[in-house]
Nanobody, 116 residues
Framework: QVQLVESGGGLVQAGGSLRFSCAAS????????MGWYRQAPGKQRELVAT???????NYADSVLGRFTISRDNAKNTVYLQMNSLKPEDTAVYYC??????????WGQGTQVTVSS
């Protein structure tokens, strides 16, 4: 089992920045990919960004060039730096971890609200 603890998020004006972190504990030797998803009201959960153990990244087109995902393998922590935020980035953001057996683990979710 893997436990995820998120921090960051909050309320910001359009054009501002926020930074998330998510620390994993438990069966950490099994962690492979880490990342972030988000879910806006009335919409399905969608991928924001992911990063592999080796550092390869993948971003949603809507955040490319504005968001940066990174990870510290020694701390089992994944980060999401969000710049140039837009009102359409408003959502609950979820930390995500997938282990080597393709089992998914989710954080508790953190609200991000971007005001115009």
């Amino acid at each position: 089992q893997v436990q995820l603890v998120e921090s960051g998020g909050g309320l910001v004006q359009a054009g501002g920045s926020l930074r998330f972190s998510c620390a994993a504990s438990g069966s950490i030797f099994n962690i492979n990919r880490m990342g972030w998803y988000r879910q806006a009201p009335g919409k399905q959960r969608e991928l924001v960004a992911t990063i592999t153990l080796g550092g390869s990244t993948n971003y949603a087109d809507s955040v490319l060039g504005r968001f940066t995902i990174s990870r510290d393998n020694a701390k089992n922590t994944v980060y999401l730096q969000m710049n140039s935020l837009k009102p359409e980035d408003t959502a609950v953001y979820y930390c995500w971890v997938q282990d080597n057996y393709y089992v998914d683990y989710w954080g508790q979710g953190t609200q991000v609200t971007v005001s115009s």
